[in-house]
């Protein structure tokens, strides 16, 4: 399985990359949103890891490219934002799952 995980937060970040591949996993990290654009419109994914608020572009931008595109990578939203309405939002754009990150 081949994962793309897109966050600012470098600790998080890789945590999360050293934890998948543990697993198995083939993972890619990008630090920021214009990083984990670019590699997700050049590379097929099975899963993003996505952080919504993102510097350079915003998650649900990023989101909602890949949306647009017909994509079939599924999306996991991993964010501080833990509001009701923020994950309606978030999977009103199109993830396919929302995880409040601790």
Do not use: C, F, N
């Amino acid at each position: 399985m081949r994962i793309l995980v897109v966050e600012d937060e470098r600790a998080l970040a890789d945590a999360l990359v050293r934890g998948l591949r543990a697993e198995g996993m083939a993972v890619d990290v990008a630090y920021d949103g214009v990083e984990g654009h670019q590699k997700v419109t050049v590379t097929r994914y099975d899963v993003l890891v996505l952080d919504r608020d993102l510097p350079g572009m915003h998650g649900d931008d990023l989101l909602a490219d890949l949306v647009s595109s017909g994509s079939l990578t599924r999306v996991l939203l991993l964010t501080a934002a833990a509001g009701i309405d923020e994950k309606v939002q978030g999977l009103s754009l199109g993830a396919d799952d929302y995880l409040v990150k601790p």
